[in-house]
């Protein structure tokens, strides 16, 4: 069906629509590695590109595209590549963009390993990088060299929920011919697309809401247009980063109800944040629904919603968060975000746990930061496993 002109939950249950000669309600499950060709001729057609066919399913496979073309859509871009894990996404825009010599600029705190490999591994192939931070669009402007090629955002930032102004920092890099990539993880394309906002490339582990059951590992990259699209793909095809068409059945099926479950999750999170923000053993709340957010009027004007992340720092440090994590009973203990179980975690004592306190620290990890992901349980018992555990603290 064509969902061009339509609403975002007819987009959601309807685009792709890559239906079987069978007439499934859905599209099925394509559990192959390779397609026959018809004759000699044929093949030769489909690999001329003379006729659009499929051939190998690293090569492209009808249930991963149909889960590509409902995310392009949904981010307005030009098209979508669908890949094992937000970190092949990442890498995909990190291999295609940049070389030997070349300087990328990101935001000081980035989701972990995103950071991590462009400071220990990216290096050995020549690619320097500068991290700042990008809240303020003047640190973006004072990092810029000739060599930059690259600028990557995460708006909200993973945990520190920092939130980039991303149509200034586009123009300013439009103006010295720089690439922008924003990852959307924490918003996914029903709160926000940085493309309409002005990046060429936009970027999400599928993992987190776009999938939203904690059931599968993916990502996705997202390109504005034809040529930088023909790039990433060269690339993700030819680094094997693909996924397999049975995770992209599962995500395509969970993203039907993205819309309503973040609409639940986001109502229930300003309800948490607002119980979080006056309660006597928390330090801070930083959630884009709070108005003491740093960057709220940002988030509202770019934003459609303020989401269902919330960070906030418990008084105590260490022992305090320590004790929060032993006594939640509703709440899962684990990392990952945007599924329908609500989440939390103590980076301290946790993913950030072998850093020392001062690299903790440089990248916004306080010893008393608590990241939590909202899911879609009755709000009266998150909250109530929140302040039987707080209590104990
Ligand atoms: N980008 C963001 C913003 C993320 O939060 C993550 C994973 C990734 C990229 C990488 O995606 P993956 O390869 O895991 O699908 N974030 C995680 C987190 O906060 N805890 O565990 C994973």
Known sequence: METKNKGFNSKLIHAGGIHDEKGSAVTPIYQTSTFSFKSADHGARCF?????????????????????????????????????????????????????????????????????????????YGVESDFVDATKIEEIEKAIKPNTKLLYLETPANPTMGITDIKAASELAHKHDIIVCVDNTFCSPYLQNPIDLGADIVLH??????????????GIVIAKEKALFDELKYVMLNMGFNMDPHQAYLVRRGLKTLAIR????????????????????????????????????????QMRGPGAMISFGVKGGIDAGK?????????????????IETLIQHPASMTHSKLSPEARHESGITDGLIRLSIGIEDVEDIISDLDQALSLV
Request: no cysteine; charged share 20%; aromatic share 8%.
């Open 48 to 124: 001329s590109g003379e006729e659009k066919g499929y051939i190998y399913t690293r090569l492209g496979n009808p249930t991963i595209e149909d889960l590509e073309v409902t995310v392009a859509e949904l981010e307005n871009g030009y098209a979508s590549l669908a890949v094992a894990s937000g970190m092949a996404a990442v890498n995909t825009v990190y291999l295609s963009l940049l070389g030997q010599g070349d300087h990328m600029i990101a935001h000081n705190a980035l989701y972990g390993p995103s950071r991590g490999i462009m400071e220990k591994l990216y290096p050995k």
């Open 205 to 218: 582990s599928m993992t987190k809401f776009i999938n939203g059951h904690a059931d599968i590992v993916g």
């Open 262 to 301: 973040i609409d639940r999750a986001q109502e229930s999170s300003k309800k948490v944040a607002e119980y979080l923000e006056a309660h006597e053993k928390v330090e801070w709340v930083l959630y884009p629904g709070l108005r003491s957010h740093p960057q709220y009027e940002l988030g509202l004007s």
């Open 323 to 339: 004790t929060l994590m032993d006594n939640v009973k509703l709440a899962l203990l684990a990392v990952s975000l945007g599924g």
